[in-house]
Each structure stands twice: as structure tokens, then as C-alpha cells.
């Protein structure tokens, strides 16, 4: 039996009446909860301007706006604790992680205390047996990585920075292990949160799998501190591989490098990484580590699984390779040259950096579906040349996730709007080819503006709907992905 159609001016508001922009809380607010904060946290609490403006951005060219307060809690309870005292005064609240994230995901507009969560670094429990462990927020991936390495255990996830765990759900963030081991949504089994009023959330439990209720553990996994503070991860772990190949191919074009990914992933091969530099970052990448490599777009890749399985992988690469204009590859198995190589990938953003002493970098990410990464890559690096710009290209292409780093001089207005105008095209060329503003990045400050574009308008309305039904006073990390005019 079909359902009668309700008319659309019957349909209820989706959401709650919109709160008004928000705005710095007055004075006398912010000195109440400074007061409470010294009285409960000692000198755990910092008002010195230097800490304070290196708790806000200072990744990219949004301005840094520093919070009030930083305060260094040890506790769920004690996180819980500072957010109660911010709620009672309407004092914004940001969480902190080691501020890393590159969208100014951890600035504070509105002012606020900043609640930095390094002290909150302990393995709470591994549970071998069952792949998985519970960790506090603070811990950072090489910390969990040397704590689970005698157990034959890894946790896969590695965006490059050795960001926190904590962070990295905050942000959804993958990295150059994704193609095989997934991003932050699909190895994070749990999460536990403070709300905005003070409460404590548990977002599922250890079951590897639930259809009980709303997925609020991947509500959470990407909200950027909007909805919460993360004080606890139940991970997913995975057993340290029999054998590890690494290799580096290069290529004789963009989109040949471009579309040997695309038949690897097409066909099957269980590729750990596969990562792109183009020239101008395979040259940043030789002066900056030291490297020989050939100036000319370049894969590096990683193979995961026993010998026999990591040699066959290794053999079907190279076959695919030749076929687009790549080769022949350097191939070791011998950690510290993988170690070597992949220190080199994670250094890419120094690296682009040092090609232009004197300007600042600006990391953006798009991505999209696999089919169209060539198309999108080629054109991207055509748009660059065409306007004159210093901007590497890298990315996690087996995902479909590239990076652009331009080189800008801030005291040439010409070339910053030559930039501004770059970086639009680049998100319109995403979105028209079905892709995403941010691949992992997040959207924090810089890509709110791309949200209603990307969802569309009812699709940016539940997501008002859902910041004011769990923060209705607008006081966790306000002023990033969902404005209110």
C-alpha cells in the first residue's frame, strides 16, 4: 500500500530555530571559568600568549586565533570536569590534539579554552586475541605502534604526522595505509565522549559489528570536536605482516602514473600503499632527503603478506607499470631502506616547503572516485603551470586522495589571489567529477564554504539539526564545519 504524499509546507522545520551567530563570550565569563580552572587544575591551566597561539592554527594561511586558556587534563572526569565550567558560562570549548591538522580545525574564533589531550596517553587495554585495544586520546600512532610491536601487532592507519589517535578520529583522517586497511571510520569500534552538557557517551561496544540503533560511533569519527570530546577509542588492529616490499616506480607522464593505480586497484592487487609525487615534489623530495630518484612522476608503493605472496604482487605491479610508461622498479625489503623511503613520503610537506624558502605552504586534498583520478590529477597540474604557481602534487592515490601544496608569497596580493582562485577550481573540478571537497583533510574553517555545494541543503540542514540537538548552546568547537549566520 503506498503512503498518501504529505505537502511540503506541512512538512515540519528539520531543524531548531537557528541560534545567532555566535560570539565571544563577555569578559567577566571568561575570567569565571579562568578562576575555576586555576582553583581545580593549578598550573595544568596556561594563559602565557606563547602557548596559547601554539594552540591554534598554525598549519596553513588561515590567521591563528588563540583560545583564552590551555588546560591539560589527566581524566575523562576531568574533561568532563572543564566542560561543565565552560557550559555554565557559555565559554567555548576546542579540543587539541598536537595540532597538526591542516583546515584550522583547532583556532578559536570565539575564543574559549583549549583542551589539550597529550597528557591523556595511556593503552588502557589490548585484547590480542581479538584484534583490538582501548586507548586514550592523547597517544599518538607511533606510541600505540611501540607498545603493541612485541605483541605482532600494528595499528595500520598512518597519515604521516605522528598525529594523536584522538585527532585522527576527530578528523577522519586516512593516510598512506587506507587503500588496504581503511580510514578512521572503519577501524574505530568505539568511541567515548564528553557532551556538551558534561555527560558521558558510549558510542557502541567491542562487537566487531551492531545493527542496534543509530551509528553514533561514526557520528562522532569526523565531527572535529563539533559534538564532543573524545576521551576514549576502542581500534581494530591487524597482525604485523610475514614480509613487507617496498618500491619505487617512476613514470613517464602524469597520467600514465595516474592510470597504472587504476589498474592496480581495478585488478584486484592487495597494494598496502600506493603514493604520487609529481616531478616538482619528487625534486623537493631528493634535495630535502637526500634522494636520487629520478625527477619524472613517480609511484611509491608497499606490499603486504608472506613472501610468496608479496614476490606476486610485486611481478603483476611491474607488468601493469610497463604497460602505462612505468618503470623499471627499485624494489627492498630491507626495513631501513622502507624506513628511509617512507620518511622521505611523510617529509613531503617540509620538503615542498624548503622549495621556496620564504613562503608559506598550503596543504589542501580533494579526492575522488578512482575512475576519474588521471583526468583530475592532469588537468590539476595543467591549472598550475598555467598560472605561473610552485605547487606539488602528492597524494594516497589508490583511494583516489591527492594533495596540492602552493608555494605563497603573503606580501604579494597578485599571486595569493592567484592562489585563492586555484584552490576554488580545484574543489569545482572534484565536485564535478563526482568527488569530495576533502578526502581527509576535514573541512575545520577553510572548507565550510564548499559543504552546501558538496551535500547540498537539505543535507547541510540535518547536519545544524544534529550540532544543536547534542550542543545547543553552539559551545564545542565553534565556527567549523556548520555556520550559523
Aim: charged share 20%.
Amino acid at each position: 500500500m503506498l503512503l498518501p504524499s504529505i505537502p511540503e509546507n506541512a512538512m515540519p522545520a528539520l531543524a531548531p530555530s537557528v541560534p545567532s551567530a555566535p560570539q565571544r563570550p563577555p569578559a567577566e565569563a571568561v575570567e569565571a571559568v579562568l578562576s575555576g580552572l586555576a582553583a581545580r587544575f593549578g598550573n595544568r591551566v596556561v594563559t602565557s600568549k606563547a602557548v596559547r597561539e601554539q594552540h591554534a592554527n598554525t598549519t596553513t594561511w588561515l590567521p591563528n586565533q588563540p583560545p583564552d586558556a590551555v588546560v591539560f587534563p589527566h581524566s575523562t572526569e576531568e574533561v568532563q570536569d572543564i566542560v561543565r565550567l565552560c557550559a555554565r558560562h557559555r565559554v567555548p570549548v576546542i579540543p587539541y590534539g598536537t595540532g597538526t591538522s591542516l583546515e584550522g580545525h583547532v583556532n578559536a574564533p570565539f575564543g574559549g579554552v583549549s583542551i589539550d589531550l597529550r597528557e591523556m596517553n595511556r593503552v588502557l587495554a589490548v585484547h590480542a586475541e581479538d584484534l583490538d585495544c582501548v586507548v586514550e586520546p592523547g597517544i599518538t600512532r607511533k606510541q600505540l605502534n611501540e607498545h603493541l610491536r612485541d605483541q605482532g601487532l600494528f595499528f595500520p592507519l598512518d597519515p604521516g604526522a605522528d598525529a594523536s589517535l584522538g585527532g585522527m578520529a576527530a578528523t577522519r583522517c586516512s593516510g598512506t595505509n587506507a587503500v588496504r586497511y581503511g580510514t578512521m571510520k572503519d577501524v574505530v569500534l568505539s568511541l567515548k565522549v564528553v557532551l556538551a552538557n558534561g555527560e558521558v557517551m558510549t558510542t557502541s561496544r567491542r562487537a566487531r559489528k551492531s545493527s542496534a540503533g543509530y551509528d553514533l560511533t561514526r557520528l562522532i569519527v569526523g565531527s572535529e570536536g563539533t559534538l564532543g570530546v573524545i576521551t576514549e577509542l576502542t581500534l581494530k588492529l591487524h597482525g604485523i605482516p610475514e614480509a613487507i616490499s617496498s618500491a619505487v616506480c617512476p613514470f613517464q607522464s602524469i597520467k600514465g602514473a595516474c592510470d597504472a593505480v587504476i589498474a592496480t586497484i581495478q585488478s584486484g592487487i592487495p597494494v598496502a600503499r600506493i603514493e604520487f609525487m609529481d616531478e616538482v615534489q619528487v625534486r623537493a623530495c631528493n634535495l630535502y632527503s637526500k634522494l636520487s630518484l629520478r625527477e619524472t612522476p613517480t609511484l611509491f608503493l608497499e606490499f603486504h603478506g608472506t613472501e610468496a605472496s608479496v614476490a606476486e604482487q610485486a611481478e603483476r605491479f611491474a607488468e601493469i607499470a610497463a604497460a602505462f610508461g612505468g618503470g623499471p622498479s627499485e624494489w627492498t625489503t630491507r626495513p631501513e631502506e622502507r624506513t628511509r623511503l617512507w620518511q622521505a613520503r611523510h617529509d613531503a610537506y617540509w620538503a615542498m616547503v624548503a622549495l621556496r624558502p620564504g613562503a608559506k605552504g598550503f596543504s589542501t586534498d580533494v579526492c575522488v572516485p578512482i575512475s576519474r583520478l588521471a583526468e583530475c590529477v592532469v588537468e590539476t597540474r595543467k591549472d598550475i603551470d598555467a598560472l605561473g604557481l610552485v605547487a606539488p602534487i602528492v597524494g594516497h592515490v589508490g583511494d583516489g586522495n591527492f594533495h596540492v601544496g602552493p608555494l605563497v608569497d603573503m606580501n604579494n596580493p597578485a599571486e595569493i589571489a592567484a592562489v585563492e582562485q586555484f584552490l576554488e577550481r580545484l574543489v569545482e573540478r572534484a565536485l564535478r567529477m563526482e568527488g569530495t571537497c576533502t578526502g581527509e583533510h576535514g573541512v575545520g574553517q577553510g572548507k565550510m564554504k564548499y559543504l552546501e555545494a558538496e551535500h547540498g541543503a537539505p543535507a547541510l540542514a540535518a547536519m545544524r539539526a544534529i550540532k544543536l540537538a547534542l550542543d545547543p548552546l553552539n559551545l564545542m568547537n565553534p565556527g567549523k564545519i556548520v555556520a550559523f549566520a
